[in-house]
């Protein structure tokens, strides 16, 4: 994978096949179930198929990520020694929470957004049957700017076009206060009341909504005082 730093060391070793741009993000989507292609991709969506295609290969060859074919689809899953990462990537993305606060305008990707929104679901708190939610981001462009999130007792579908379903619960707003939201920056009680976040709905679902939608497992990281990024 990368060029060799000829060093002994045992972070030196592993840094050697892990440092590589994108390559820590593929093993987070791993970690967090994707394991086809164009489900990774999303979770990464700024990187070329090319590039992916390229560092899945170079993570199979190195015994990170295992390539099962079963003859109508590939799955990418983690190794054992893929899997031992999850420490490393959870200690990074506390420490990212902890030091550096500032989120920039090119940081925020509504399709980033969304994916991380629909495998995070906690479907057994929404209405059984099927409940869609819409989501309109004031900020950016209209055609990145609509969302749905169709919702079931088996899965959360994401989609960038209308499905057709009835609407359950409408929120809208801007792409920075649901980024925050999820980050755990910014609480949906104080998005409401500053009416930076508008739900639209049925009063009992509006009321629930916030429940549907837990933050990111970094959420609670306390923050420091101190921005490096600032320094």
């Given at each position: 994978?990368?060029?060799?730093?000829?060093?002994?060391?045992?972070v030196?070793?592993?840094?050697?096949?892990?440092?590589?741009?994108?390559?820590?993000?593929?093993?987070?989507?791993?970690?967090?179930?994707?394991?086809?292609?164009?489900?990774?991709?999303?979770?990464?969506?700024?990187?070329?198929p090319?590039?992916?295609?390229?560092?899945?290969?170079?993570?199979?060859?190195?015994?990170i990520?295992?390539?099962?074919?079963?003859?109508?689809?590939?799955?990418?899953?983690?190794?054992a020694?893929?899997?031992?990462?999850?420490?490393?990537?959870?200690?990074?993305?506390?420490?990212?929470?902890?030091?550096?606060g500032?989120?920039?305008?090119?940081?925020?990707?509504?399709?980033?957004?969304?994916?991380?929104?629909?495998?995070h679901?906690?479907?057994?708190?929404?209405?059984?049957?099927?409940?869609v939610?819409?989501?309109?981001?004031?900020?950016?462009p209209?055609?990145?700017?609509?969302?749905?999130?169709v919702?079931?007792?088996?899965?959360?579908?994401?989609?960038?076009?209308d499905?057709g379903?009835?609407?359950?619960?409408?929120?809208?707003?801007?792409?920075?206060?649901?980024?925050?939201?999820?980050?755990?920056?910014?609480?949906?009680?104080?998005?409401?009341?500053?009416?930076?976040?508008?739900?639209e709905?049925?009063?009992?679902?509006?009321r629930?909504?916030p429940?549907?939608?837990p933050?990111?497992?970094?959420?609670?990281?306390?923050?420091?005082?101190?921005?490096?990024?600032?320094?």
């Amino acid at each position: 994978m990368g060029s060799s730093y000829h060093q002994f060391c045992p972070v030196a070793e592993a840094m050697e096949l892990v440092d590589q741009r994108w390559t820590m993000l593929i093993i987070r989507e791993l970690l967090l179930g994707s394991r086809h292609f164009n489900d990774i991709r999303r979770g990464v969506p700024k990187m070329s198929p090319s590039l992916l295609s390229k560092r899945l290969h170079d993570l199979t060859r190195a015994g990170i990520v295992e390539r099962r074919n079963d003859g109508h689809e590939v799955e990418y899953t983690l190794t054992a020694a893929g899997k031992e990462l999850r420490a490393a990537v959870e200690s990074l993305g506390a420490w990212g929470m902890r030091w550096i606060g500032r989120i920039g305008d090119e940081d925020l990707d509504p399709k980033l957004l969304m994916w991380d929104l629909h495998r995070h679901v906690d479907a057994a708190l929404v209405p059984p049957g099927r409940t869609v939610v819409s989501f309109r981001f004031m900020d950016v462009p209209a055609k990145i700017g609509n969302w749905w999130l169709v919702i079931t007792a088996e899965e959360v579908d994401v989609c960038d076009f209308d499905p057709g379903y009835a609407v359950a619960v409408s929120v809208t707003g801007t792409l920075r206060r649901m980024v925050e939201i999820w980050r755990g920056d910014l609480g949906w009680s104080a998005a409401l009341r500053s009416g930076s976040i508008q739900l639209e709905g049925p009063e009992r679902l509006c009321r629930a909504v916030p429940k549907w939608f837990p933050p990111s497992q970094f959420a609670q990281v306390p923050r420091s005082p101190v921005d490096i990024t600032a320094l």
